[in-house]
Every structure is written in C-alpha cells, then in structure tokens.
C-alpha cells in the first residue's frame, strides 16, 4: 500500500526556518516525481514546488511565492523528500501536503497524498 | 485570484447529476496540458478523480467523468451520494506560473 507521511510541522516565528519530511512507503520512491502543495486557513488548495526523480536530474521548480526561500531536495535512500522553508512569513502559515507525482514532470496529476502538516507562522 | 476559475459552490438532490466548470485561458487548459480533478474534505488528503482530462484512476466509480473544451474543462458527477459532499478542485499546468489550482466549488447534496 503507498503511503505518505509528513512530519515536522509547528509554530515558528516570523523569519525563521523549518524543514518538513515527507517519507514515502509502499513503492520504489526514486522513480516518482513529488510535489508539495498547501492550504492556507479557508483558502484553497496551492502548488508549492517540485522535485524531479534522479532520472531527470531531481530538477526542482517553485511557484513565485517560494522562489527564493523554500528549496525542495530527496534522499531516495530513505525514501523521504523535504521542504526547507527560510525566511518564513505569516503568508506562509498553511497544512503542508506531500504528494507523488503520476509522471516525470509536475504537470502530471499526483496521485496520492499524505495527511499534512500543520505550518504555524506567528510571533 | 485563482488561475483557473471554478463556481464557489454547486448543490444537487441525491441521485440527481451535477457538473462543475473550470475556465482557464490559453497559457493552459488551452495549451493541450491536461486537466486534473481533486476531491477534497479539508484536513484529509485530497483524492484524485480525474486525470489528463478524462482518464479515472483504478477505484474511482464511472459516476465521475471529466470533459475539456477549448480553454475549460469540467467535471460531471452523476447519481449523486450523499458521501460526495466535499470540495472540488480542478488543476493544470501554465506556461507562466507553473501548477496551477481553480479556487475551489464546494459541492453540496441536498
């Protein structure tokens, strides 16, 4: 069975760091592409970037937002992907997803998802 | 302001049919990138219905069905059940801003 668990979430202050783990099972995680998405309090759901598989290179893209700030890395080893989030605002205060992508690039669907974490970001 | 535009909300009698649109522009859903669908209760992991436009994942009841048009793209349920409230969201790619999500529908059964 796929399954994918965040951790890491919490409450940080303006302008600090955290990193959130997405750990992986049940199928060969260096083959997929991941992505990360996020939902912000009574907003909708927001792409936050991707990783490509080893195969392309573990290219990463962000949206416009992140760019900059937030880098996305894997360690196919122990079956885990990570958001390093710096320099964070309350903009940024969001449950965080982790999902496998259906294909190569992040314009394919992803197909399943883990629960979240919860991304707090007050002073 | 959502790059996909969805109705913020639709409502239906069980057993009846209800279709949500997604109008896009030509950056996207009119770029030929495909078109997905996500059922979503907050707080739970989204569930995929509907990929590259028209194609159900294994496990998804033929109920569900997903059509695009030009720059929109939309997603008809049939035979409502009760256990299909939930929120909708159709995403796709765009040229110039990557992943991108309609804002939402939330599907209620009467």
């Known amino acids: 069975e796929v399954q994918l668990v965040e951790s890491g979430g919490g409450l940080v202050k303006p302008g600090r760091s955290l990193r959130l783990s997405c750990t992986g099972s049940?199928?060969?995680?260096?083959?997929?592409?991941m992505s990360w998405f996020r939902q912000a309090p009574g907003k909708g759901l927001e792409w936050v970037g991707f990783?490509?598989?080893?195969?392309?290179?573990?290219?990463?893209e962000y949206v416009a937002s992140v760019k900059g700030r937030f880098t996305i890395s894997r360690d196919d080893s122990k079956g885990i992907a990570y958001l390093q989030m710096n320099s964070l605002n309350t903009e940024d205060t969001a449950l965080y997803y982790c999902?496998?992508?259906?294909?190569?690039?992040?314009?394919?669907?992803?197909?399943?998802w883990g629960q979240g974490a919860l991304v707090t970001v007050s002073s | 302001q959502s790059v996909l535009t969805q109705p913020p909300s639709v409502s239906a009698a069980p057993g009846q049919r209800v279709t949500i649109s997604c109008t896009g522009s030509s950056s996207n859903i009119g770029a030929h990138y495909g078109v997905h669908w996500y059922q979503h209760l907050p707080g739970t992991a989204p569930k995929l219905l509907i990929y590259g436009n028209i194609n159900r994942p294994s496990g998804i009841p033929d109920r569900f069905s997903g059509s695009t048009s030009g720059t929109s793209a939309s997603l008809a349920i049939s035979g409502l059940q009760a256990e299909d409230e939930a929120d909708y969201y159709c995403?796709?790619?765009?040229?110039?801003?990557?992943?991108?999500f309609g804002g939402g529908t939330k599907l209620t059964v009467l």
């Open positions: 049940g199928f060969t995680f260096g083959d997929y592409g």
């Open positions: 990783i490509r598989s080893k195969r392309y290179a573990e290219n990463t």
């Open positions: 999902a496998r992508a259906r294909g190569w690039s992040s314009t394919y669907s992803s197909d399943y």
């Open positions: 995403q796709s790619y765009d040229t110039s801003r990557g992943v991108v």
